[in-house]
């Protein structure tokens, strides 16, 4: 484990030998933990990354998803609770063999469960960990609407929390994997529910 205290010093140690997962502090100095999330983003890394956020901060709770963390714990908190979300993020991004290869696929969308690789039209989609786990859960479930909290305990084992949470994946998520994520075609909001994933094509 290292720490730093540094926005920048973070983004140099990060670039030198990219680490397994990055616990990031709103309140850093030199450069703020928005801006360090935002960096390590642009930059194409899928490092998962759980934000710390004080209790009044839920605008920049929305902003670091937005920005792509893959979950945050708000202070104070124990250190058993950011223990136990630390693992959770790291058995979700950990590659491990499976006995039966599955990809799905959809309209120029293919998704490689085993090696958590997702391409559209033939290219690499930069996805965050969660943002991988909501979109195989969604492809697997095609036609069903889910609500929100169904999605939050399934994707992120969480049997309670904020519900915005989902809805900032939902909107990142179309970003990436529809031609107007204005007027989405694969990942469509059912009003007074939630969201349901509606294939396009019949094949895979």
Do not use: N
């Amino acid at each position: 484990m290292v720490a730093v205290t540094d926005g920048r010093e973070a983004l140099e140690r990060a670039g030198a030998a990219l680490p397994d997962l990055v616990v990031l502090d709103l309140m850093l100095p030199g450069l703020d933990g928005l801006e360090v999330c935002r960096r390590l983003r642009s930059s194409a890394s899928g490092v998962p990354i759980v934000m710390l956020t004080a209790l009044g901060e839920e605008a920049d709770r929305v902003l670091g998803l937005q920005l792509g963390a893959d979950d945050y714990v708000t202070k104070p908190f124990s250190p058993r609770e950011l223990v136990l979300r630390v693992q959770s993020v790291l058995r979700r991004a950990s590659v491990r063999p499976d006995p039966v290869p599955e990809t799905l696929s959809d309209d120029g969308l293919e998704v490689d469960v085993a090696r958590r690789i997702a391409r559209l039209d033939g290219v690499e989609l930069a996805l965050t960990v969660r943002e991988f786990d909501l979109l195989v859960f969604l492809m697997r479930h095609p036609g069903r609407a889910f609500k929100r909290a169904e999605l939050l305990e399934a994707v992120w084992g969480w049997t309670f929390g904020d519900q915005s949470t989902v809805t900032v994946h939902v909107r990142r998520l179309r970003e990436k994997v529809e031609a107007d994520p204005a007027e989405p075609r694969r990942i469509l909001t059912v009003w007074g529910v939630g969201y349901r994933y509606e294939r396009a094509s019949s094949d895979g």
